[in-house]
Every structure is written in C-alpha cells, then in structure tokens.
C-alpha cells in the first residue's frame, strides 16, 4: 500500500495549480486517509472519516440501484404484453434499464461534482463529499425517464441555494437530493406526476383518432446490443413501435389508491408485487425488502440513527390507524376516494409508495435533521405524521415525504430548541427542589436542637445534612 501511495503522490501537482490540486486530492482521499495532523485542542481519533462514512451510505444503495435498473427494463416489456415472466428475457431488461438509468447517474455527477469542483477551487479548500450521497440518491428518486436538461437544472438549483449558499456540506438547512425532486416537481410538475411517467419508453400516439399508448422506437444504443445478441443466439430489443398490451396501465398503486382504495390496488397488483417492488414508480424506492436490509446496514454501522426511523415508523402507524378510525366502516361505491385512501391497513400503506426509503434514506441525514436523542424522535416522528396526511388527503400527487421531510427540516432546529429548553428547566427545578429540601432538613435539624436544649449551632452549610 506504501508503494502505491508514493506512486500517487508523484503525481501531486503544485498548490498554485487550484483546479488540478483540487482534482488530485480529491481522488487521494478517495483512495487513501487523508495525512492532515490534529494539533490543538482533544479530538477523537478514528479511521471513518467524512468520505468513508458516505461511501456506507452508497453502499447501502447498491442493491437498490441493481433492482431498479432490471425494474425499468421489466416494467418497460411488461407494458408492451413482452417478457412478462420476472426471469423472461433477463438480458434485455438489465440492458434497457441500463441504458435508461446511465445518463441519469452520469449527468448526476457531472452537473454536482462539476458545482463542487468549482467552489472548491474558487476557495483554495478540498473538494466536500456531501455529493458522494446526493448523487446517489437523485437517480433513484426521479422517474427513469426525466428529461436530462430539467435533471441538470434541478440539481444546479439544489446544489447552488440549498447547499453551497449556506457554507458547503455540512450547513445546508434541507436534503439536497430532495430539493432537486422538489424543484422538478413545481418546475416540471408533468414530468414527475401522472400514470405515464414511471413507466419508460411509453408514448402516446394517435391511433387513427383515437389517443392511444405505444413503446417509443428504440435507439442505436439497443441496435447496438441487438447486434451482440444475435451472436449469442438470444432474443433482441427489435424495432419498438408497439402498442401497449390491453389493459395496462401505468398508474402506481398510490395512484389506484387514491381514487378507489386497496379494492383499486388489487385490481392491478398483488401484494406480493408491491411487496417486492416489481411495479411503477421511481427508480430505486419500491422494493421493501432491499430498503429494509439498506436500513439495517446503516443502523448496524451506526451511519444512520435509529432513533429517526423508528420515531419514524412509529409515526406513521399512529397516523394510519387515525385514519383507519375515521373512515367509514362500511365502503360502497359512493364513497369519496380519500375515505377509501384513508381505510388501507397500515401495512399495506407502509408498503406503498416511498416512505421506507424516504425515512431510511432521507430523513437520516445528520445534517438537516435534528441533533438531540429526543429531538430525532420527534423529528421522525412528525415526518411520517405529516407525511402520510399530506399523502391521503393531496388528491394532485399521492405521496407527502418530500415535502414533509423539507418541512421538517426547517423545523429541525426549533425541535433541538425547545429540547434543550426542557432539559435546562426540568435541572433548574430539580436543582431547586434540592435546594428547598435541604433547606428544610436544615431547619428541621435546628429545631430539634432547640428542643433538646442545644444552643451550641454550626453555622449553614458546614453541618453534613445528607
């Protein structure tokens, strides 16, 4: 390793080169700990520092970017009537989703990394990890298909105002990865709301007068693979240009949801799909059971504290079960569709939509959530209130954890505020009831003395009165 790290170091160019000094140092403390020597002051010496304790962070995402990448190809053939088999042409749905998700990631890093680069230089400072991870999870929250321009404009917006303004990584005030979706949302609200929109490569068309849906042609990047294929004898993206099958739609369960209730759900979709995450939606934030061993990894690594997701979860089923209590007992077909949403078990609205990701993986965020032990739980607590409200009774867009997580990271300090405030008055009075008890152990103590005839009184406070 020592001759590697010489070998590196050869490289290093000088100080005054801003720009090139910022590139190479930060690829040196990618590869290796950074060689900065603490002098002042006490400090904790560990091994994990800021770039590795984001590098977890990406860990725990990678098999979330795996199943949306094959989730993209099968939600893809599944529209078109083709493959629709989990296992069915499995190479095809890796390479689309691939060809789908790739210049997402790289447009990503390029546009943030590029910001971060720039700032860095402009301050003489090393290059700030926070991207690492908001560049990790921008992808997988957007649909596959989001324009690439209005991408990079969402991100140059969040890494601009809502990171680099107040101070770099660190001082932001909101979730960066969620102020891109954010800016998407009231920016580009059609690009990210609808039934279309998390499925790829579907279009509509007009049918001889008649609006209908069909796979988009497909591009030289698939001719290419089709060329490799056909040596290996396997099945080939062909032209595209097909209708739909019947009968499909594209609408998530939180969409079906929100107009008929779970009876809408399960017309579509089986619990066991929804629970697997072999649906529509956006990119990465489906599959349960990869979120919840995401979650698990960073808990046990002592990345993400456990205190947001279960104040988090616990949250939410207060709120599910409220709404429970409120709905109906009887539903019929004249029942609005918000006391429908409001009825769903809370397992089953637990499994919908985004909210383990989002409280997993955004709500976690050292930064912009709450610093207190008490403060968390509350701070997970309220994001998961809130966010399922938001949720049912948002008849525009079925879902509430981006606005509610940005809420409540303005919040956060407040919660740390009036944490604090009832730590320092609950000491003062337990500080004063101490001061009131001795006093009167005191006087008592002085009293009895009179009685017995003692006059011969040590003063207050050098008598042993414990």
């Given amino acids: 390793m020592?001759?590697?790290?010489?070998?590196?170091?050869?490289?290093?160019?000088?100080?005054?080169?801003?720009?090139?000094?910022?590139?190479?140092?930060?690829?040196?403390?990618?590869?290796?700990?950074?060689?900065?020597?603490?002098?002042?002051?006490?400090?904790?010496?560990?091994?994990?520092?800021?770039?590795?304790?984001?590098?977890?962070?990406?860990?725990?995402?990678?098999?979330?970017?795996?199943?949306?990448?094959?989730?993209?190809?099968?939600?893809?053939?599944?529209?078109?009537?083709?493959?629709?088999?989990?296992?069915?042409?499995?190479?095809?749905?890796?390479?689309?989703?691939?060809?789908?998700?790739?210049?997402?990631?790289?447009?990503?890093?390029?546009?943030?990394?590029?910001?971060?680069?720039?700032?860095?230089?402009?301050?003489?400072?090393?290059?700030?990890?926070?991207?690492?991870?908001?560049?990790?999870?921008?992808?997988?929250?957007?649909?596959?298909?989001?324009?690439?321009?209005?991408?990079?404009?969402?991100?140059?917006?969040?890494?601009?105002?809502?990171?680099?303004?107040?101070?770099?990584?660190?001082?932001?005030?909101?979730?960066?990865?969620?102020?891109?979706?954010?800016?998407?949302?009231?920016?580009?609200?059609?690009?990210?709301?609808?039934?279309?929109?998390?499925?790829?490569?579907?279009?509509?068309i007009d049918l001889d007068g008649v609006p209908a849906f069909a796979s988009a042609n497909y591009n030289w990047a698939h001719g290419l693979f089709d060329w490799i294929f056909n040596g290996l004898g396997l099945?080939?993206?062909?032209?595209?240009?097909?209708?739909?099958?019947?009968?499909?739609?594209?609408?998530?369960?939180?969409?079906?949801?929100?107009?008929?209730?779970?009876?809408?759900?399960?017309?579509?979709?089986?619990?066991?799909?929804?629970?697997?995450?072999?649906?529509?939606?956006?990119?990465?934030?489906?599959?349960?059971?990869?979120?919840?061993?995401?979650?698990?990894?960073?808990?046990?690594?002592?990345?993400?504290?456990y205190r947001v997701i279960f104040g988090g979860l616990i949250g939410f089923m207060v709120a599910a079960l409220m709404m429970n209590a409120i709905a109906p007992a009887e539903l019929t077909a004249d029942t609005p569709g918000v006391f429908k949403f409001m009825a769903i078990h809370p397992l089953r609205q637990m499994m919908m939509g985004s909210f383990l990701f989002a409280i997993t993986f955004m709500a976690t965020d050292p930064v912009s959530s709450a610093d207190t032990p008490t403060g968390k739980w509350i701070y997970g607590f309220l994001i998961a209130f809130l966010g399922l409200i938001i949720r049912v009774m948002n008849p525009a867009y079925p879902e509430g954890w981006m606005l509610s997580i940005l809420l409540m990271n303005t919040f956060a300090p407040l919660i740390d505020h009036y944490v604090y405030q009832a730590n320092m008055n609950r000491r003062a009075k337990r500080t004063s009831e101490m001061a009131k008890q001795r006093d009167e152990l005191i006087t008592k103590r002085g009293e009895i003395q009179i009685l017995n005839g003692d006059s011969d009184l040590k003063p207050v406070g050098t008598t042993n009165t414990y």
Avoid: C
Avoid at 26 to 54: C, E, N, S, W
């Fill in 235 to 305: 099945s080939t993206f062909g032209e595209g240009g097909m209708l739909v099958a019947d009968g499909w739609t594209g609408a998530t369960p939180l969409g079906l949801a929100a107009k008929g209730g779970w009876e809408s759900v399960a017309n579509y979709y089986t619990e066991s799909q929804i629970f697997w995450g072999t649906i529509p939606g956006s990119i990465g934030e489906s599959s349960v059971p990869l979120i919840v061993i995401g979650m698990i990894f960073l808990i046990v690594t002592k990345i993400a504290d």
């Fill in 2 to 204: 020592k001759a590697l790290h010489d070998f590196v170091k050869k490289f290093e160019p000088a100080k005054e080169n801003k720009i090139a000094h910022t590139t190479f140092d930060a690829f040196y403390t990618f590869l290796f700990q950074p060689d900065t020597v603490t002098v002042d002051g006490t400090h904790i010496k560990d091994g994990m520092d800021l770039k590795r304790l984001m590098v977890h962070v990406v860990l725990a995402l990678q098999l979330l970017y795996v199943f949306g990448t094959w989730n993209i190809g099968h939600q893809h053939f599944t529209a078109i009537g083709e493959h629709t088999g989990l296992l069915e042409g499995f190479h095809l749905k890796i390479i689309y989703g691939l060809i789908q998700i790739l210049p997402i990631f790289i447009v990503t890093h390029v546009v943030g990394l590029g910001i971060e680069f720039i700032y860095a230089a402009n301050k003489g400072h090393s290059v700030e990890e926070g991207f690492l991870v908001s560049g990790a999870l921008i992808p997988l929250i957007m649909p596959p298909d989001i324009p690439l321009t209005w991408l990079a404009v969402s991100i140059i917006f969040a890494v601009i105002l809502g990171k680099e303004a107040f101070g770099g990584t660190g001082m932001n005030i909101w979730n960066v990865a969620l102020l891109a979706r954010v800016f998407i949302f009231f920016a580009y609200p059609t690009t990210i709301s609808g039934d279309e929109v998390w499925v790829s490569g579907i279009e509509k």
